[in-house]
C-alpha cells in the first residue's frame, strides 16, 4: 500500500475545489459558523485553484482526498462540539486554519456556545493573547473581531506587568495609526522597512509616549515585545 509521501500529488481543478465544497458536512459546518464565506484561490505557483475554508487550506490532493477531507470534517464537528470549556476553545483555535480563527472564536460567542464569565480571566486573557500572536495581517475585520473578544471580561494587571512604571516611549514602524507597537526601535525599523506597503510611510518609525494604562496587553512571545494598545478596544462593531 501506497504511503501518503508515495501517492500521486494532483492539483485541484476547480471542479474538485467545488466538490468539497458542497460536501453535505462542509455545508452543515458552514451552517454552524454562520456561513462564513470560503475561498477559492488560485494559486499561480502550483497552477491551479485551492480551497481555504476553516477545516483545511490546500490547493492539491492525494489519492485519498475524499477520504481526508471526510475525516478532517468529522474532526472539527467533534472540537466544535466540545468549545463550550476554554480548553475546548484552545482545541478548535488549533484545528482551524489561521485566517478564520478570530472570527470563528467571537461568532461561538455570539450565538452562545460558551460564557467567558465562567472561565478564569487570567486564562482567558492567556488565551486571547494566544490567538493574537499566532494571527497574520491583523487588519480590517480581524481587527473588529478581536476587539469583540478583548471588551468580553476586564484585563488583569497580570499581561501589564512588565512594563515599565511611568512614562515610557513605544515605536511603530509604519502607519502611525495602528494599535499594535513596541518597546524596541529596532523591531519598529524592522517593520518599517519590511512590512509597511504604504508608500508614505514605508520606512519611518513612529514614536510616542505612554504609561501602562494605555496599554490592553504586553507581549514577548514573537520576540517583538509588542505593546497592544486601549485603542483597538474602540474598533469592536458586532
Known sequence: MATETQQQIKILDDQQVQQLLDHPKCLDLAGQLGYVPFKVVHCKIRGGPGVCTPFLKTSFMLDNQAEYWEKRLDQYQ???DN?????????????TERAYRPY???????EYRYDPEQFDRGGWWEFLIDLWEDGE?????????FAYLFNLLPTT????RELPKG?????RGGHPDGDSWTLSRDKAQWFANMRCRDKQYGGKVAEKIITK????FYTNGRNEQEVLLKTILNK???
Request: aromatic share 14%.
Open 83 to 95: 468549545a463550550h470549556t476554554l480548553k475546548g476553545l484552545y482545541d478548535l483555535y488549533l484545528v
Open 167 to 171: 512614562k515610557f516611549t513605544i515605536y
Open 157 to 160: 494587571k497580570a499581561i501589564t
Open 137 to 145: 495581517a491583523i487588519h480590517g475585520q480581524k481587527e473588529h473581531h
Open 78 to 80: 467533534e472540537y466544535l
Open 236 to 238: 469592536h462593531t458586532w
Open 213 to 216: 494604562e494605555e496599554a490592553l
Open 104 to 110: 470563528v472564536i467571537a461568532y461561538l460567542h455570539q
